[in-house]
């Protein structure tokens, strides 16, 4: 292919070099942004990566440690309670700590560079997510130290995990501490989503999309369907904990199965959650190493749909012994095996890019690792296929047979394809590339080490040895295979340590290293030295960087899309979500201390909830939400006209309505808030199916009359027209609106009121939310509603606030856009609650 001439690009050259060294003072790189204040994806990336690698050192050592207890029959090393800490720990640090942070910290790194961009669309966002993760995790952590940590296994199971029988603050540090890392990582999730599908490059359609891109998207997706059900799982055992509203005691109409329910609701698509992104990070590793494009990318991409859609129909898969009926354990088990089939698709995507590549292919490091990762993971679903059957779980569950088959995957299908990542994207932030023979050393300890630690489980569990123990007889005659076992994690964690002296020997973050020395063929490994005199550039194919000769220079030199900065400040490119068609110029914020005590303030309301010093609790909460105040009032920045991206194109610098980048994350917002919704109406269905004798019928004085019911609604519908009405009369630019503040004041104010109305109706019947699971129900709809309705509250008085200051009119109205979408939801949930409660019972009576 012949060279691109300068009249076939966007731009006709380089800038004046005395412009450029302005921008370059104006850009700092990374380094020079101050730590805690930096909201630029190299540094908050790389800080996240870290902070999750810390997590994983962290519960690996708390693996050897039950490793060394289980190394022999009886042994005393450690006891009981503290056997149940370490475990719970491990189990959570590893799947809430470590595994789901990793991979969005890589997409919060990987992504602006693959697509482009100059980074995601919400800088903030990202950095508040990071550092809320950072404290409340380490805080989590710290509470093994205190003899405070929890006993209730990563799952925490209800009965075990109710305060008759788990007195004292250590289930409450996870319910709190877990549920807000979950918030955190929806907070990502929305940053992601957002950002695949409106800041790629011109030209990138969504069937030019790296495979990571599309991993990252699904992961995103998964997230915002799945992680409510565990909040809301969380919420209601924590006020069964604190107030005992009984959603799991069965005296009172609750069933400890509900949990499981939700949990795993959860707990299944997060093992897809995990794996997906992993498997991105595959397909974008082996066609570089092949120097071959990837064979099937159109199956792959479909494959990781179905995956992404089949996962959440598998939660029943952990619960084949719980009592369900046998044809919900057919259904389920057909599922858990249809789901080996994309899984399939990739792995043999990947032996056929491999094999058309075979001349090429070089054994590095990351290529080990993929190898290694290859044979594990294939282990793994091999086993997971036995699981499904469900004869054989009969006979499997809760012994180390289980222990060993969900490690394959999971560490195999995660673990050693992060590790891949580390060597092979290393040189993109950092000075100096990893070092080759430390890190084939790391890989043989690793691989050999976990084959013999966890290959021996299969057996040992086939022989009758179950999970979750703290010690077992040793005339059971499992003291050699768990000493093997014993022996393998730590000739595993001796390959760990060999990384961790690489990394500290050649690890340098900043510029100076080589440019693509893999000789990728996607964007990643462009140059992005000085932050916004690098263009943006137009993409013709999957593989640019090959199929595009001279495109590093050229987007160095400024050649295509957004070369500098014409808005002055931090920006990048927005485009449609299908065909990434230029939109707009989003100008975005620069560092700021905001988002960290932001982060501090709502990190500090949760835990000490969990100590009970709600005074002070309220206080950080109070002060996490002025940090966000202030955070927010600082983007809605005025429009600055229309600039200069390319030759013959000028787009505009402010966008509202749905080709707004903040519409659509407002739209993801909505569909988490539904999918929590969602979670709890199965819950109240539930619940009535279980225990009917304890659910209102038509005409029981646990229903207020209907006065109540349709007061409530009456507000709500009156709210929804005020805000219509504060929507068609905003000001022109530059007036105040003191009526527009007033009717936004009024639309919240009768939110606010339907609840206090229906709160009182149920006062009036006497209804006592601890006295059965349907009270406890009825009254969790008003939470939830109560919970939504504050944020709309706030929301609104904030857009009030910016109206009497003349920053909000109706060209400038973005702010008051997402109020209005969040508000119409709201009303549109407290209705359809209403119906449930008031309605359903009445109906089946």
């Not at 250590?170 to 957002?194: K, P, Y």
């Not at 300890?445 to 299969?458: D, K, R, S």
Request: aromatic content about 14%; glycine content about 8%; hydrophobic content about 55%.
């Amino acid at each position: 292919m012949s060279e691109t001439t300068n009249t076939d690009l966007p731009n006709d050259g380089p800038r004046p070099e005395a412009e450029l060294e302005e921008l370059k003072r104006i850009w700092a790189t990374p380094r020079g942004f101050r730590l805690f204040t930096a909201v630029n994806n190299t540094v908050v990336g790389t800080l996240y990566i870290g902070a999750a690698f810390l997590f994983f050192i962290l519960a690996g050592i708390l693996a050897l440690l039950m490793r060394t207890q289980l190394a022999v029959g009886d042994n005393q090393f450690l006891s009981q309670d503290l056997y149940n800490q370490i475990f719970t720990t491990h189990g959570t640090t590893m799947m809430f700590l470590f595994a789901v942070p990793a991979v969005e910290a890589l997409g919060v790194l990987l992504l602006p560079q693959m697509l482009a961009a100059r980074d995601l669309p919400f800088p903030r966002l990202s950095a508040f997510a990071i550092w809320a993760y950072i404290i409340g995790g380490l805080v989590f952590f710290s509470t093994i130290f205190f003899d405070m940590a929890p006993k209730g296994g990563w799952f925490m199971y209800p009965p075990l995990t109710l305060k008759e029988y788990s007195p004292g603050d250590n289930a409450d540090f996870w319910l709190l501490g877990i549920g807000f890392i979950e918030i955190s990582a929806i907070a990502g999730a929305i940053e992601i989503i957002v950002g695949v599908l409106r800041t790629r490059p011109p030209g990138m359609t969504l069937a030019k999309m790296p495979i990571f891109a599309w991993t990252m998207l699904i992961f995103a997706a998964m997230i915002v369907f799945a992680f409510p059900a565990v909040i809301l799982a969380t919420m209601l055992l924590e006020i069964e904990r604190t107030f005992g509203w009984p959603f799991f005691t069965a005296a009172r109409g609750g069933d400890a199965l509900l949990w499981q329910h939700l949990f795993w609701f959860f707990g299944h698509p997060e093992v897809y959650i995990i794996f997906l992104p992993a498997a991105g990070l595959v397909s974008m590793m082996i066609p570089t190493m092949a120097q071959t494009p990837l064979v099937g990318y159109r199956l792959i991409v479909i494959a990781l749909i179905a995956t992404g859609f089949f996962s959440f129909g598998l939660w029943v898969h952990h619960m084949f012994t719980t009592g369900i009926p046998g044809l919900s354990l057919a259904f389920f088990s057909a599922a858990s095996m249809a789901v080996s089939i994309p899984s399939g698709i990739q792995v043999f995507s990947w032996i056929a890019t491999m094999a058309a590549g075979r001349q090429k292919f070089r054994i590095t490091v990351p290529s080990l690792f993929i190898l290694g990762f290859l044979f594990i993971f294939v282990l793994g679903g091999l086993t997971g296929v036995m699981v499904a059957v469900v004869p054989f779980d009969f006979q499997a569950h809760d012994s180390y047979f289980i222990v060993a088959h969900f490690h394959y995957v999971l560490v195999g299908g995660m673990v050693f394809p992060l590790f891949a990542t580390f060597y092979y994207w290393a040189p993109m932030v950092s000075s100096r590339m990893l070092s080759e023979r430390l890190g084939k050393w790391a890989f043989w300890l690793m691989f050999i080490g976990f084959n013999t630690a966890f290959f021996p489980m299969h057996i040992t569990g086939l022989s009758g040895m179950p999970r979750r123990i703290w010690t077992y007889p040793s005339n059971m005659g499992w003291d050699i295979l768990n000493s093997i076992s014993t022996a393998g994690a730590f000739i595993m964690a001796t390959g760990v340590l060999v990384f961790i002296i690489d990394l500290i020997r050649n690890f340098r973050l900043g510029e100076g290293g080589p440019q693509n020395p893999w000789n990728a063929g996607t964007l990643e490994f462009l140059p992005n030295g000085v932050y916004s005199t690098r263009s943006i550039p137009h993409v013709t194919s999957r593989e640019p960087v090959w199929d595009q000769p001279g495109l590093a220079e050229q987007v160095e030199q400024g050649l295509h899309y957004l070369p500098n900065a014409p808005t002055g400040g931090r920006e990048t490119l927005i485009t449609s979500a299908i065909e990434a068609k230029p939109q707009y110029v989003l100008q975005m914020p620069g560092p700021s201390w905001t988002h960290v005590i932001a982060a501090a303030g709502t990190a500090a309301f949760f835990l000490l909830l969990t100590i009970k010093q709600v005074n002070i609790a309220v206080a950080c909460g109070v002060l996490a939400i002025v940090a966000c105040l202030v955070w927010t009032w600082q983007l809605d920045r005025p429009d600055q006209g229309e600039v200069e991206v390319a030759r013959n194109l000028r787009l505009p610098t402010y966008m509202t309505g749905p080709l707004s980048h903040s519409w659509w994350a407002m739209i993801v917002l909505m569909l988490v808030a539904g999918s929590l919704y969602l979670s709890f109406i199965f819950s109240y269905l539930y619940l009535w199916t279980v225990s009917p004798d304890v659910w209102a019928p038509a005409g029981s004085p646990a229903l207020p009359i209907l006065a109540y019911p349709m007061a409530s609604a009456a507000l709500l519908i009156v709210g929804t027209v005020l805000m219509v009405v504060a929507g068609k009369r905003l000001p022109r630019p530059g007036h105040r609106s003191f009526a527009g503040t007033a009717l936004l004041t009024l639309a919240a104010l009768a939110m606010v009121a339907s609840i206090v109305i229906e709160l009182w109706g149920l006062q009036e019947t006497g209804l006592n939310p601890g006295s059965s699971s349907y009270a406890a129900m009825v009254y969790m709809a008003s939470v939830l509603q109560g919970q939504i309705a504050f944020v709309v509250l706030i929301m609104c008085l904030f857009a009030g606030a910016r109206l009497v200051t003349a920053q909000l009119d109706n060209r400038r109205r973005v702010t008051f856009d997402n109020a209005a979408l969040l508000y119409y939801y709201a009303a549109a949930q407290g209705l359809f609650g209403l119906l449930l409660v008031h309605g359903f019972p009445r109906l089946l009576g």
